[in-house]
């Protein structure tokens, strides 16, 4: 099954406008976690909700988990340039599994 | 911040060749992971790897590839003889402990490019 799929796919916005990019998965989880890419480069770890979560915040970044509804969303507020890149969410299932499962990701482009 | 360490960045190999790549995980870290992308595709679990034994592997983490820990500091994937559609990003990966609360930190990745 599909776990950590992220809505929308490409999203273009202002410099200082938010953006909120959406994570949906299927099977219960212990965390789930988001990360960005910049195009080629590796994997930056942004921020890791727990199953006990619902909101959690990191500076520009805020968190929330919905585990009703199985699913997540990441709002960047007051976007930078800098902020262009691809967003993942990685999901760790309950049970016996130690892999992270990701989604496709959101491609996010800030202009300036 | 510590981070996760990967040589080299970019490797271009012809197919059937031997390849392999190596990271230096977080020295206090105790889980290890590979995962790979290939160019425009997911982030895809490979194999993790704790207490000196694999602990889990993916169907893509077949006979041709394996890992090792060979002294206290590295953690390498070999992948004995290359296919055109190893192609793709390899990410070294860390935990510092059991999954519950423990961010993985990943590295910059592994370019491998077989022609």
Redesign the interface.
């Known amino acids: 099954s599909q776990q950590g799929e992220e809505d929308p796919q490409a999203l273009s916005i202002q410099e200082g406008e938010n953006a909120t990019m959406n994570c949906s998965y299927k099977t219960s989880i212990?965390?789930l976690?988001w990360?960005r890419q910049n195009s080629?480069?590796?994997?930056?770890?942004l921020i890791?909700i727990?199953s006990n979560e619902r909101e959690k915040h990191s500076g520009r970044l805020r968190v929330t988990l919905d585990t009703s509804k199985k699913s997540s969303s990441l709002l960047i507020t007051a976007s930078r340039a800098a902020d262009t890149a691809s967003y993942?969410c990685?999901t760790?299932a309950v049970g016996?599994?130690?892999?992270?499962?990701?989604?496709?990701?959101t491609k996010l482009t800030v202009n300036p | 911040e510590p981070e996760v360490t990967q040589t080299p960045s970019h490797q271009v190999t012809q197919m059937g060749q031997e390849v392999i790549l190596r990271c230096v995980p977080i020295s206090n870290h105790l889980y290890f992971y590979w995962y790979r992308q290939i160019l425009g595709q997911k982030v895809e679990f490979l194999v993790s790897f704790y207490n000196n034994e694999i602990s889990e592997k993916s169907e893509i983490f077949d006979d041709q590839f394996s890992v090792e820990r060979p002294d206290g500091s590295n953690f390498t994937l070999k992948i004995r003889s290359t296919k055109l559609e190893d192609s793709a990003m390899y990410f070294c990966a860390s935990r510092l402990g059991p999954r519950a609360g423990n961010t993985i930190y990943f590295g910059e990745g592994s370019w491998l490019t077989v022609v």
């Open positions: 212990n965390n976690q990360y080629g480069r590796g994997l930056v770890h890791l727990r993942f990685a760790d016996g599994s130690e892999k992270l499962v990701f989604g496709k990701g």
